[in-house]
């Protein structure tokens, strides 16, 4: 079937293919409602990780989070983490690659790691999931 769509303008992938493809993704992503889920059953045995700057950590953050930006990971900061420790990082959201940049580090470290799509973003804008906020004196 030849099909002249823009959306299949390259031909779609073999189902096998596609299934692989997804299920790889999968085991490497997570989102905002699957952290927040395992936060309300008290299932969250991993470090939630903002790895975006300590000013916009500080700003507001996903409750339970850290804060280590990217820049600032590597094997010293990382010595204090047993080798069995689970890692789930975020930073700003889809426009921003600061939780591809620090997941490729700490996996290059020999964690287990994934990257929770959506960011802070996604996780305080749309979903409207708990954060602790600093107010400014200007705020108030």
């Not at 975006?52 to 953050?61: G, I, L, N, Q, W």
Request: with cysteine.
């Amino acid at each position: 079937m030849h099909n002249t769509t823009n959306a299949f303008y390259n031909q779609a992938a073999p189902a096998q293919q596609a299934h692989s493809f997804f299920m790889a993704k999968l085991t490497c992503e997570t989102d905002c409602s699957d952290v927040y889920a395992d936060m309300k059953e008290g299932k969250k045995h991993y470090i939630l990780l903002d790895v975006r700057s300590k000013e916009a950590f500080d700003k507001s953050h996903a409750i339970t989070a850290l804060s280590m930006p990217h820049s600032e990971i590597n094997s010293d900061s990382f010595k204090k983490y047993p080798q069995d420790t689970l890692f789930v990082v975020y930073c700003w959201g889809p426009g921003c690659n600061g939780a591809t940049k620090a997941a490729g580090k700490i996996s290059s470290l020999g964690f287990q790691v994934k990257e929770m799509i959506g960011g802070i973003h996604y996780w305080e804008d749309f979903e409207r999931y708990p954060v602790n906020r600093r107010v400014a004196e200007i705020q108030k």
